[in-house]
């Protein structure tokens, strides 16, 4: 049966506009062939009709709800140490420390760079609510110059949006990765109570009475036999080839819930107070010791519990703190980074136990500032027995005062002691295996943002100089260089900066 013309005229028109309607085009006009149908005559024109741009959709607004568009910015920021040096004898400068956690003078180079939005949305009836969306990506060691090859350590250091003011004026929530971190002791790039670095997320409440109260929920694996191991089997079904099997897979899941108070004297000055508490949890599986032998891995817990004590001045970031933190089972290695050197009988962290005491402090004055912090910290491990190499006793104390000639222009001085000792006895005395050493160094340096302990950028000249006792030098192999000479000079040329990263 054939269809009248008329019809299939109206077809084709029909088709045509759907076309038109259901395709985006950079040109919207109708095909020659389908007449263009004109409105009918009218006293005044219509209105033009609103198209969007064919690059980019428009934003869509609950009108009725939001009194106006979203307003937002990207902000950049970075930490970061650069540092070329040398030992004065043809070699490279190197670390000396001698504890856990020493001085930074002579430390690797290591940057951060934090790509962050922020927005604040606006909505009839309520508090403007504020996000922020944090990326910061690390860079370690080597860099191209110290090895020559096109490869970079790099790390994902935060990934996490959080949101403010949200149906309560003070709180927040956040979700992502995060480091989540309290105030640090910066001559010992170390953050005595309360560091962590989790996959998870938290909220945080802040009132008007200066109280803040946190809590946080997360978890994280390292790549250590303790708590991963993977399989290599035949491919299933006959296939060709071998596939990777995770036999053992136990992430380390992490509670906190942290408190703090300021206690104010006047507008600036006053005390802070906050008390601290993590719970970590692992869970058990099984370990392949060989191919179809396993064993059992039990799960394993342990807890934290501390406090910091502060003052500060309010002016020239002038303060002082002290903190105490208590940690037991598998939270009592240095960190929730740490692998656990000490193992029970029942291949649990047992009895391990570490106590830490700390303190970090900055005042300034005209043109003279002096900085210093120290720690004592006592670890004992799951071993029943007394004399273990696990366990420790150190501690170190360093002293750093500045002079500014200009306000550009200054010079530091930095002193400090270190000693650390083992639970071992040295045969030929019948002692425990102490060692110990101190530091002295000049650091000439330029600081274009005027003066200040905590101002940055600075660019700097290091001297520094290390000598050891002979239990220092016996914690090295035979072979080692430090293990053969009492004195060590470092010469280096430093540079150090931050600016607009998401400290909190």
Not at 288 to 300: A, F, K, Q, S, V
């Amino acid at each position: 049966m054939r269809l009248p013309d008329r019809w299939v005229t109206r077809l084709l028109g029909s088709a045509a506009c759907s076309l038109l309607i259901s395709t985006p085009s950079f040109s919207q006009e109708p095909p020659h062939s389908v007449p263009e149908e004109r409105p009918s005559p009218s006293s005044e024109p219509p209105p033009p009709e609103e198209r969007p741009s064919p690059t980019r959709p428009p934003p869509v607004y609950a009108a009725a709800a939001m009194t106006a568009p979203p307003t937002g910015k990207f902000e950049f920021g970075s930490y970061g140490r650069v540092m070329t040096s040398l030992d004065g004898r043809g070699g490279p400068g190197r670390n000396a420390d001698l504890v856990a956690h020493g001085t930074r003078l002579d430390e690797d180079n290591y940057a951060e760079l934090e790509f962050r939005r922020e927005d604040r949305w606006t909505f009839k009836g309520a508090d403007p609510v504020t996000t922020r969306i944090v990326a910061t990506m690390a860079i370690g060691e080597p860099l191209f110059h110290s090895s020559g090859r096109f490869d970079a350590k790099l790390a994902v250091r935060n990934l996490y949006i959080e949101e403010r003011d949200i149906g309560y004026k003070g709180l927040a929530v956040w979700a992502g990765s995060r480091m989540y971190r309290g105030d640090d002791a910066y001559l010992l790039n170390w953050w005595p109570l309360d560091n962590l670095n989790t996959l998870g997320g938290g909220v945080r409440l802040n009132l008007p009475s200066k109280t803040e109260i946190g809590l946080q929920i997360g978890s994280n694996r390292l790549d250590h036999p303790h708590f991963t191991q993977n399989g290599v089997r035949v491919a299933p079904n006959n296939q060709f080839g071998t596939v990777i099997v995770p036999i053992l897979n136990r992430p380390k899941v992490i509670e906190s819930l942290r408190g703090e108070q300021l206690l104010m004297m006047n507008d600036k000055a006053g005390f802070k107070v906050v008390l601290y508490g993590e719970l970590h949890q692992l869970g058990s599986g099984q370990r392949e010791r060989e191919p179809g032998r396993y064993e059992n891995m039990p799960g394993d817990s342990g807890y934290v519990a501390g406090f910091q004590l502060g003052a500060f001045t309010g002016e020239r970031d002038s303060h002082l703190n002290f903190f105490l933190r208590y940690s037991t089972g598998i939270a009592a290695f240095g960190g929730d980074l740490a692998v656990p050197t000490s193992l029970a009988a029942d291949r649990t962290t047992g009895d391990s136990r570490e106590l830490s005491l700390a303190f970090s402090g900055n005042y300034e004055v005209g043109p003279l500032a002096v900085m210093g912090a120290g720690y004592l910290r006592t670890f004992r491990g799951a071993s029943t027995d007394t004399f273990s190499y696990a366990n420790l006793d150190e501690g170190i104390v360093v002293l750093r005062p500045h002079y500014y000639f200009t306000e550009r222009v200054g010079v530091f001085v930095e002193g400090s002691y270190q000693s650390h000792r083992r639970g071992v006895l040295v045969p030929a005395t019948g002692k425990q295996l102490q060692g110990s050493l101190v530091r002295f160094g000049v650091v000439p340096f330029l600081s274009p943002a005027g003066r200040g302990s905590y101002v940055r950028p600075q660019i700097r000249l290091i001297w520094l100089l290390t000598r050891r006792d002979d239990g220092a030098r016996s914690f090295y192999a035979s072979d080692d260089l430090f293990a053969r000479r009492q004195t060590e000079q470092f010469f280096g040329l430093s540079a150090e900066w931050w600016f607009n990263s998401s400290y909190r």
